[in-house]
T-cell receptor
Framework: GAVVSQHPSWVICKSGTSVKIECRSL??????MFWYRQFPKQSLMLMAT?????????EQGVEKDKFLINHASLTLSTLTVTSAHPEDSSFYIC?????????????FGPGTRLTVT | TQLLEQSPQFLSIQEGENLTVYCNSS?????LQWYRQEPGEGPVLLVT?????EVKKLKRLTFQFGDARKDSSLHITAAQPGDTGLYLC??????????FGSGTQLTVLP
């Protein structure tokens, strides 16, 4: 149980285009999903917290107009990188918190490798 | 600004050796977690420590949470090549958000 998937697992796009990444909780409902970015040989940095049915909360320094987050259902959150540039190339990871549990355990997806050329 | 500093940043050891990774913070967290991440994959939770002074064991891995709940350590006994990976500590905020440490890349050579 507690499986989180991401799609696509990797994507290459041209500079200036937009890319959408999906994060799904497969066997549980998630009221809250989190989006992280990880550059090579670095740790995970929280980008935003996504709550179902409400606007995402972005961390300081993360442009909300560039990284659009939609959490339309209890099992799906999407991250759209708009007008992507090479510096946006990174490993994007989502996590989801099970609404049934009282704990704060997060289940992580396998990540999406974005390369902007 | 990284609120959680891990040391060492890189560690390369021979199979069978012991090692300790440290995670230090200037902030107090409600709990602290340790993850291991392999290249191209998401992090996998190893343990959650909640109480100051708590010690948890997971086979050859021993996790300790400092009395003040601001630091933690991970000790691996008789390391194996399968232990190779990026080890991350993460402080859990009251909101449930995680603040990850700077990471320790461990390589265990056969």
């Amino acid at each position: 149980g507690a499986v989180v998937s991401q799609h696509p697992s990797w994507v290459i796009c041209k500079s200036g285009t937009s890319v959408k990444i999906e994060c799904r909780s497969l066997d549980f409902q998630a009221t809250t999903m989190f989006w992280y970015r990880q550059f090579p040989k670095q740790s995970l940095m929280l980008m935003a917290t996504s709550n179902e049915g409400s606007k995402a909360t972005y961390e300081q320094g993360v442009e909300k107009d560039k990284f659009l987050i939609n959490h339309a259902s209890l099992t799906l959150s999407t991250l759209t990188v708009t007008s992507a540039h090479p510096e946006d190339s990174s490993f994007y990871i989502c996590s989801a918190r099970d609404r049934r549990e009282g704990s704060y355990e997060q289940y992580f997806g396998p990540g999406t490798r974005l390369t902007v050329t | 600004t990284q609120l959680l500093e891990q040391s060492p940043q890189f560690l390369s050891i021979q199979e069978g050796e012991n090692l300790t990774v440290y995670c230090n913070s200037s902030s107090v967290f409600s709990s602290l977690q340790w993850y291991r991440q392999e290249p191209g994959e998401g992090p996998v939770l190893l343990v959650t420590v909640v109480t100051g002074g708590e010690v948890k064991k997971l086979k050859r891995l021993t996790f300790q949470f400092g009395d003040a709940r601001k630091d933690s350590s991970l000790h691996i006994t008789a390391a194996q090549p399968g232990d190779t990976g990026l080890y991350l500590c993460a402080g859990v905020r009251l909101s449930g958000q995680l603040t990850f440490g700077s990471g320790t890349q461990l390589t265990v050579l056969p």
